[in-house]
C-alpha cells in the first residue's frame, strides 16, 4: 500500500508548490547542480596517456561489463585530447575495519586507471554505511551506528594504499555531501525514480514476491550511492557484479542532474574460501589483505581447487600470459593443486609484506600441517577451574579460541579441537589441574597452551 502511495505523495509535493523538481537552470530548485558539488581536485601528478584503444584494452582486460563502451571511448577522446584526465570513483563502505582480497578487485582496476594517467576517487561511504547495502540481500541488512563505522574507516585509507598510489588518489567520505542534504533535497532525490524501478532490482523483487519486508530506508541506499557520482561529477564508476543495478541508477540520476552520465565498469565477485559465498568478513571467508603473512598462507591453502584459476587472475600480481599458463597447467592431470596454492599464497604475501616473510609463512605452514609440529610462539594462558577441574566449553571460550560457548560447542561437534594432539570429542570434557599447561588446537592454524589454576 505503501509502495502505491509513494508516487502520489511526490506528485502532491510537486502540485503544491512545497518542491520544484525540475533540473532546468530557469526553474530548478537547484541552479544547476547543488552548490556544495565541487569536481575532485586533479593530482599534480603527470602521466602521459596512451592512444585511446590500448586504454581500452588494458580498462577491459579482467571486467565483466563496460556500459556503454562508445561513451568509454568518446570520453577517453575528450580526455586525450583536452590533457584532462577522468574522475574514476569507487565507493567501500566500512562495514568492517579490514580490506580483503575482495575489494582489491576494484582496487587494482582503479590502480590501472591512475597508470594511465586518470584521476582515482577512494570514495568511504561512512553515510551510506549507516544506511547499509541491500546489494544481494534477502533480508534487511541490521543498521551499523556511527561510531563503528567511523572506528572502521581509521584504517581503511591506509589499506587501500598499499595497491593505489597516494600521489594520484583523492580520498572522500560521503558524508560530506549527504549529510547535508535537507527534507526537500532528498525528495528531489527520491523524485528521480520510480517504485516500479526499485522492484526492478532482482533482490528486492523476490523479496516482495516472497512477502519477506523491505524497509524505504533500502530504497535510499541507491539514490545515495546515485547523488554520490553526481557530487563528485564522476565520469567512470567501478563496481562488483552485485552493484549492477545502483551503477546504472547513478547514470540515470546524473542525467536528472544536468550531468553527463558516467561510465560503469563491473568486476566479477570473488568467492571466498568457503568457494560458495561472496568474500565477506561477516561470513568468516576472508582473506585480509593486513592478516599476519602464516593467516594469508593458511586460508589460500584452504580455497578449493576450482578457485586457483580466478583467484590467480583477480588478485595476484600474474600478467595475463602468466595466469593463463596457471590455467594450462591445472588442466594437467600431473598438476599438484596444492602447489600452485602455494605460488599463489606466496604471491600475495609478498604483494602485501615482502617474500621473505612469503617464505617464513611457508615454513611455517609446513611445520605445523606436514610435519604437524605446535608453532614456537603460541600464546600462553592461566584459566581458573573448579574442584572438577576446568571445562572444556569454558576454556574454549575464555581462551579466545572461540568467540562463544555455542561457538565453543559447535566446533567440539565438528571434531576441529585436540588437546595434546588428541582430537576431543567429548563436549562435558574437563580439564584437571597439573603442573604442565595444555596444548589446543582449534582448527588447522590456531593453538593456545592453557594452563589450569
Given amino acids: ?71 568509454l571511448i568518446e570520453k577517453l577522446e575528450r580526455s586525450l585530447k583536452n590533457e584532462a584526465p577522468l574522475l574514476v570513483k569507487q565507493g567501500f563502505d566500512p562495514t568492517a575495519p579490514d580490506i580483503h582480497l575482495g575489494h582489491t578487485v576494484g582496487l587494482k582496476k582503479l590502480k590501472q586507471f591512475q597508470d594511465l594517467g586518470h584521476q582515482v576517487c577512494f570514495l ?8 547499509g547495502d541491500p546489494s544481494g540481500r534477502s533480508d534487511t541488512r541490521v543498521r551499523m551506528s556511527q561510531d563503528e563505522l567511523a572506528e572502521n574507516a581509521k584504517t581503511y585509507t591506509e589499506q587501500a594504499f598499499k595497491i593505489l598510489d597516494r600521489e594520484k588518489t583523492i580520498i572522500e567520505f560521503n558524508s ?19 517504485v516500479a524501478r526499485m522492484l ?53 540520476i546524473q542525467k536528472n542532474y544536468g550531468q553527463e552520465p558516467q561510465v560503469i565498469v563491473t568486476m566479477p565477485l570473488l568467492e571466498g574460501t568457503d568457494g560458495v559465498e561472496k ?19 593458511g586460508k589460500t591453502m584452504s580455497i578449493p581447487d576450482e578457485l586457483i584459476a580466478k583467484y590467480f587472475e583477480l588478485v595476484s600480481s600474474k600478467t595475463p600470459e602468466e595466469v593463463r599458463a596457471v590455467r594450462r597447467r591445472l588442466g594437467d592431470p600431473k598438476t599438484n593443486p596444492s602447489h600452485l596454492k602455494r605460488e599463489l599464497a606466496k604471491d600475495l604475501i609478498t604483494q602485501y609484506y615482502d617474500a621473505d616473510l612469503a617464505d617464513e609463512a611457508e615454513t611455517h605452514f609446513d611445520r605445523i600441517h606436514v610435519e604437524h609440529e605446535v608453532p614456537d610462539e603460541i600464546e600462553h594462558v592461566s584459566i581458573e577451574g573448579d574442584a572438577e577441574g576446568l571445562w572444556i566449553v569454558d576454556a574454549l571460550a575464555e581462551s579466545k579460541l572461540c568467540k562463544s560457548k555455542s561457538d565453543a560447542r559447535r566446533m567440539i ?41
Avoid at 509502495?3 to 512545497?18: D, E, N, V
Wanted: proline share 5%.
Fill in 1 to 71: 500500500m505503501l509502495f502505491a502511495l509513494l508516487p502520489k505523495i511526490f506528485t502532491w509535493l510537486i502540485t503544491s508548490g512545497i518542491i520544484g523538481l525540475t533540473c532546468q537552470k530557469d526553474g530548478s530548485y537547484f541552479d544547476g547542480n547543488p552548490p556544495w558539488i565541487e569536481k575532485c581536485p586533479h593530482s599534480t601528478t603527470e602521466t602521459t596517456m596512451r592512444p585511446v584503444k590500448t586504454q581500452l584494452e588494458i580498462i577491459k582486460q579482467g571486467t565483466v561489463d563496460v556500459i556503454p563502451e562508445d561513451l
Fill in 124 to 131: 568511504v561511504g561512512d553515510f551510506t554505511g549507516l544506511i
Fill in 176 to 194: 560530506r555531501w549527504l549529510a547535508k542534504l535537507n527534507f526537500a533535497e532528498v525528495l528531489e532525490l527520491a523524485s528521480t525514480q520510480t
Fill in 200 to 252: 526492478e532490482r532482482d533482490d528486492f523483487e523476490k523479496r516482495f514476491k516472497s512477502q519477506k519486508p523491505i524497509s524505504l530506508l533500502e530504497f535510499v541506499y541507491p539514490l545515495a550511492q546515485g547523488f554520490d557520482s553526481v557530487a563528485l561529477k564522476a565520469d567512470v564508476e567501478l563496481g562488483g557484479t552485485d552493484q549492477r543495478f545502483n551503477l546504472l541508477m547513478a547514470r540515470e
Fill in 279 to 297: 568474500m565477506s568478513k561477516s561470513l568468516g571467508n576472508y582473506i585480509g589483505i593486513t592478516d599476519p603473512p602464516d593467516e594469508i598462507f
Fill in 413 to 453: 561437534q565438528q571434531g576441529a579441537v585436540s588437546i595434546d594432539g588428541e582430537k576431543v570429542t567429548d563436549i562435558e570434557l574437563r580439564l584437571a589441574k597439573q603442573n604442565a599447561a595444555y596444548t589446543v588446537k582449534v582448527g588447522k592454524r590456531r593453538f593456545v597452551s592453557i594452563r589450569v589454576v
